[in-house]
């Protein structure tokens, strides 16, 4: 890295755009310790000149000791910083969920109760896990669909169930949030979740299939496995739970 941090930033900024790459590899460069000489490209027909003269497809570009370094993820190699790919799996979405619906769980205890460790909260951190589980398919319910006929046993030989399933998820999720109708959200969340659970088994554990997840919705890259299968233990436990304590 040159003794003398100054850098050359070239990035976008229109009257109809600011390219949101640029700012955020100005803040790189100065919170690197780096004096940045910011150079606005204000017209379509300057950026286009602007690549043709340094052969680049895409701005920001940034300098550095008068050599390029490239774009956003270039200066982030620059630095020793990770870039993410988008096409890598993670865990990240469901496990951020996961402690999303949790801490939502203990703060409407807090709220109801007075205290976040209750067994009602326990409750409506699975209920609103399936609620937002739910959500997030229901925003695009065809990629969902496609997803889940890759692995799920009843989707497979009843295609509409793809599309029935995560309805019935959000669902059991909101009954089971206010305590209401029971004996419909039990049944649901039995249903699905012990297909579920079967399905992933099968899949992943007995079939040695390496697939991606539907849980979080169809764009997701969480691979299909532990946390899938946590997922549908989850409402049997939930259902199994609310049977005993009606039965009681």
Not at 38 to 63: N, S
Not at 205 to 224: E, F, M, Q
């Amino acid at each position: 890295m040159p003794a003398d941090k100054h850098a050359t930033l070239y990035r976008m900024v229109m009257p109809d755009h600011v390219c949101p790459y640029g700012l955020k590899a100005e803040y790189l460069l100065q919170r690197q310790g780096f004096a940045v000489e910011d150079r606005w490209l204000t017209t379509r027909a300057e950026t286009d000149a602007f690549k043709a003269e340094y052969d680049v497809k895409t701005t920001p570009q940034i300098f550095i000791g008068g050599a390029r370094v490239g774009g956003y993820d270039d200066l982030r190699r620059y630095f020793g910083k990770p870039v993410r790919d988008p096409k890598a799996t993670t865990y990240t979405p469901v496990i951020t969920l996961f402690a999303m619906t949790a801490l939502m769980a203990l703060a409407a205890s807090t709220a109801a109760y007075g205290t976040p460790l209750t067994v009602r909260a326990g409750e409506w951190f699975i209920g609103f896990s399936m609620a937002v589980l739910a959500l997030l398919k229901l925003q695009n319910v065809e990629t969902f669909a496609t997803m889940f006929l890759n692995y799920d046993l009843l989707a497979k030989r009843w295609v509409p169930y793809s599309y029935i399933y995560p309805f019935a998820e959000g669902l059991a999720g909101i009954l089971m949030i206010a305590g209401v109708l029971s004996w419909l959200s039990i049944p649901i969340a039995l249903f699905i979740g012990g297909i579920g659970a079967v399905s992933v088994v099968k899949a992943v554990y007995i079939d040695r299939r390496t697939l991606k997840c539907a849980c979080v919705g169809g764009a997701s890259n969480v691979p299909l496995g532990f946390l899938s299968f946590t997922e549908n233990l989850m409402m049997i436990a939930m259902a199994l739970w609310m049977w005993i304590r009606m039965a009681g």
